[in-house]
């Protein structure tokens, strides 16, 4: 005890002593640990989506897709409620089948009154997803009409309080909604965004309306289901494309194919753009692993170099030891307890920071990390880092400080050579550092496109507002609405520009050649809302009602190239026969649109008509003149008058839907914002102390050459010239890294930028200018000391 | 005219506790081709003024004068090309650089005067032979013995035929034998028209100087002629 005290003393006397490089050890190892620290949080919450769910093991979700036999164009993650109808009663190879309908309906108390985001479930859905009960019995919750689950989070927004089994919520037109059960909350990092689960056997629920219209099969259920033990997923999808084939009777398009993917591999995994949580993307979460160990590398070699900044005056240390009789292993021992003090107050405080930041990493990466949520889990992988790091951080300088030490001091012509290969760790680092802020940069791009370009469309000041199912209610808004002063053009559409219900359709040719393309619905001034111009013929003249009425279309430009025509004016006049919505059509094509995107840019965008049937359109897409609060503020009073205040108004911006679209693409480029922030200061840091080991090395070679006449100027040169090197041979590595990288990530979207040199350009000159102004600084700062008594301190 | 020329030279070090007053209003002039000696005692002042008088350090307060030119006045840049042309220094560790040839050491002593590099290997190759090093001239400072080093160190500060030399302890880490070769070496170069000026503890050594100035707490406390 008495020696491990005495040795602690030894090595705080150190500390105090060298005080300014332990200074910047502890900075560089705090910043990588927190840094790791945090990535290592949103990877484990990546990892860990839907992981919190007990008996996952053959629970799957049913993914739809549409399109010719054989083709599929479109696939979603909602499959039609039939699916499920028929699976029930037909299926042998599931032991049960389950569904969720999202809805957002008013729900109220006498706390709260909010259109709530809720699901419309099946009474057997907490057998199959099965969340953990606070109160009540979930395995009956749900079974009686009227009755609604929610987690203890939103059972003390509404009531106050957590155990409110028995209370009632009122929804749409003041009907009751009787509690039944709550469930604890659970984690963020779940496909399952909300937190209410009503009853789908009430009259009034979307599950019982689609039950009971069996015509009714647009997409519009996650369907959970089980496999029955030693049951293929595979046999299971056969027989759902086999059931929906036998059983279909919608007038819209009949998936051709199912697929099946585990509950717990949805994150990862999703079709369509989806209402669950931002999909997430497994190659970044690699990336991001590959960067933190790189980080907390670099932190390591860096500290290492500064140990070794100190090795003269160590040796001498050392050979003091050595003469009282210490072993070289015990010196290594010393070295290496140094080092490991270190991590450890380095880890220390790591935590304290990641503790400060979580909560603004959270807000920017939308995410909700928690630090101590296994704190046994967090503390080990801390300990193990901190045993590896002080490895890293202390073996080496320990073996080269420690290596002469023996033979007492350094003898003449013997002398220990502690240069280190700093040439290439500064090569690394910069090299870590450009790859980081390429990729960002890319990635920023990347987002810049997919928000503004891709779509094709100005969707800037327009308001899409859903219209709900009452020809009434829906006739007297859009009438009403468009007299507003501020409004400028009004159109509705079917779904678009969302992807909410896109719909394939086909032309079969002679030859056999399949063309596939999406039907929209829109009313004619959708264009002129969205500043589409017409690039050859003329616009939708009217909606319709019939859906079997041949009319006339427009086409984008894809389509007409994927029709043949050499220019679209070739397009104008043609009749086409095609099939959709499970209807032969024969329309005549009127114009020509430029190509527009309506998916995210992660799907496929296929060749488009466009007509104008008004059956089932769902919102008013509204041009608005200016930025006005109180446009809006009217478009409210005129929809609850239209609505009689029974439905709040459910309305969004295009550009608000688009940036939650990408939400998951703004997610990573926060993420690598974030580490590139830290590998940037990281490798200041690291300069900064090459530096300061240089100054040490240097410093009397700096002094006579003064002495001998060279300028500051000189000296400065002559200071940063090595690092020119190191400088051009990074680019050379990193260029061609983050082009490879960027390569294949940019390959897992359907539309997206090219890999452009002015990324690699901006990258490197912002890490060489802040690479040279650090050491520029610090190299001036040395050959700014008194040279003559440098010169005679020796 | 004095080559130097110091008028009430002040000098305070500004260290971590109390300041040091090393210079209190020293006055002397130095002619050209004169061999001085300064000596005192430890902390007299000596290095301190060796140092203003090489432009190394600038003075706290009072005037020099090098040449005429006020040095107080002059920028940075062109006392760095003073030194490099008029000015070369000898220190008692020699301050040669280790991974570099004797060659390449001597030849440190013309890079920053900015002549043209035609003929500076012949001129090298001179010094090389006038110090008695012509067959170590490929060999690295660790090689030398310490008065070899040290005649290094002096060919370094002579190859640019500066017009004062500056030689701080020049034989302290010597023995008598290469004490004695250094200090006629100092006296040859004086003699071919440089200004020596040399700091030294050693009463023998400063007696080879034509004048002696002994310093006292930061004071001038006595000059003396050599009778000749």
Known sequence: ?794 | MALIDLTDIEHLYSGAQKPVHALRGVSLEIDAGEFVAITGASGSGKSTLLNIIGTLERASAGRYLFDGQRVEATPERKLANLRANKIGFVFQNFNLLDHLTVFDNIALGLRYRRDPVAGRRERILSVLDRVGLAHRADHLPRQLSGGQQQRCAIARAIVGDPQVVLADEPTGNLDSTNAGQVMGILEDINAQGATVIVVTHAPSQADRAGRIIELHDGRVHMTRRRLT
Not at chain 1, 179 to 208: D, K, Q
Not at chain 1, 700 to 713: H, N, P, S, V
Request: net charge positive; with cysteine.
């Open chain 1, 1 to 794: 005890m008495t020696g491990l005290l005495y040795s602690l003393r030894g090595i705080w006397l150190a500390v105090v002593r060298r005080w300014a490089v332990y200074l910047l050890m502890l900075s560089g190892l705090s910043m990588a640990y927190a840094a790791a620290l945090i990535i290592g949080l949103y990877i484990h919450n990546e990892l860990t989506f839907d992981r919190f769910l007990p008996d996952t093991e053959r629970l799957y979700i049913a993914q739809a897709e549409y399109g010719p036999s054989g083709k599929p164009l479109v696939a979603s993650d909602v499959a039609p409620a039939g699916v499920a109808r028929w699976m029930r009663s037909d299926s042998r190879n599931i032991e049960a089948i389950t569904r969720l309908v999202p809805v957002e309906w008013p729900l109220r108390s006498e706390r709260r009154f909010v259109k709530e985001r809720f699901y419309w479930a099946d009474a057997n859905f907490f057998d199959l997803v099965k969340l953990p009960a606070l109160h009540g019995d979930l395995a009956h919750a749900l079974a009686k009409p009227g009755s609604i689950v929610l987690t203890e989070r939103m059972a003390r927004q509404y009531f106050g309080r957590a155990d409110v089994v028995g209370e009632v919520l009122a929804t749409h037109d003041g009907l009751p909604l009787t509690v039944t059960a709550v469930l604890r909350n659970y984690p963020a990092n779940t496909h399952l965004e909300r937190e209410i689960f009503a009853s789908g056997s009430t009259s009034y629920a979307m599950l019982s309306i689609l039950d009971q219209r069996s015509t009714y099969l647009w997409p519009t259920s996650y369907t959970y289901f089980r496999l029955k033990p030693g049951v293929t997923k595979a046999a299971v999808t056969r027989e759902m494309s086999q059931l929906s084939r036998k059983y279909w009777q919608g007038d819209n398009n009949l998936p051709v194919n199912f697929r099946a993917i585990p509950v717990v591999k949805l994150h990862f995994e999703p079709q369509g753009d989806g209402q669950m949580r931002p999909r997430g993307h497994l190659n970044s979460v690699r990336a991001l692993m590959v960067v933190s160990v790189m980080i907390l590398a670099l932190a390591a070699i860096n500290s290492a170099g500064l140990i070794l900044a100190e090795a003269r005056e160590r040796e001498r240390e050392m050979a003091l030891y050595a003469a009282l009789g210490a072993t070289r292993f015990k010196q290594i021992g010393y070295i290496m307890r140094e080092a490991a003090l270190v991590n450890l107050a380095s880890s220390v405080f790591g935590l304290a920071v990641v503790e400060r930041v979580l909560p603004y990493v959270n807000a920017q990466l939308g995410v909700s990390l928690v630090l101590w949520a296994s704190p046994f889990a967090v503390l080990t992988g801390v300990m193990v880092s901190v045993l590896i790091m002080s490895a890293l951080c202390g073996m080496y300088p320990a073996m080269r400080i420690t290596r002469f030490s023996q033979g007492g001091a350094a003898h003449k012509g013997h002398e220990p050579d502690n240069s280190i290969n700093w040439p290439g760790w500064v090569t690394a680092q910069l090299a870590l550092v450009m790859v980081l802020l390429i990729a960002t940069h890319t990635m920023s791009r990347q987002w810049h496109f997919a928000m503004s370009e891709a779509p094709g469309f100005n969707g800037d000041k327009v308001l899409m507002v859903r219209l709900i199912n009452s020809t009434t209610v829906t006739q007297q808004f859009s009438e009403a609405v468009r007299k507003i002063d501020g409004i400028e053009l009004a159109a509705e559409s079917f779904g678009v520009p969302t992807t909410e219900f896109a719909r394939p359709g086909w032309i079969v040719e002679p030859s056999g050649r399949v063309i596939s393309f999406t039907r929209n619905s829109v009313h004619p001034d959708f264009f002129k809302v969205f500043h589409v111009p017409i690039l050859s013929g003329r616009n939708l003249s009217e909606t319709y009602l019939t859906p079997e009425v041949p009319r006339e279309i427009l086409i984008n430009a894809a389509a007409s190239k994927a029709l043949g025509f050499q220019k679209p004016s070739d397009a104008i006049g043609q009749i086409i026969d095609y099939e959709a919505d499970q209807t032969f059509f024969s329309s005549k094509i009127v114009g020509v649109v430029p190509d527009l995107r309506f998916s995210t840019v992660y799907e496929p965008s296929h060749p488009m008509i466009f007509d104008g049937f008004a059956k089932y359109f769902t919102q008013i897409n509204l041009r608005l003149s200016r930025d006005d609060p109180q446009v809006l503020n009217r478009i409210d009073t005129v929809w609850n008058e239209a609505a009689g205040g029974r439905v709040p108004i459910e309305r969004q911006f295009y550009r608000d839907y688009l940036t939650n679209q990408y939400r998951d693409m703004y997610q990573q480029l926060r993420a690598f914002t974030l580490v590139s922030a830290v590998a940037m200061l990281q490798s200041v840091l690291g300069l900064t102390g090459l530096c300061i080991f240089l100054a040490r090395h240097q410093l009397r070679e700096m002094a006579i050459r003064r002495a001998l006449g060279a300028t500051f100027q000189e000296l400065l040169i002559l200071r940063l010239k090595p690092f020119l090197w190191p400088a051009v041979l990074s680019c050379v590595i990193a260029w061609p890294l983050a082009g490879l990288a960027l390569s294949f990530w940019l390959r897992s979207f359907q539309a997206h930028i090219p890999v452009a040199i002015s990324s690699f350009l901006l990258a490197s000159a912002l890490v060489l200018f802040v690479s040279a102004i650090t050491l520029a600084i610090h190299s001036a700062h040395s050959i700014r000391c008194t040279p003559m008594r440098i010169l005679r301190q020796e």
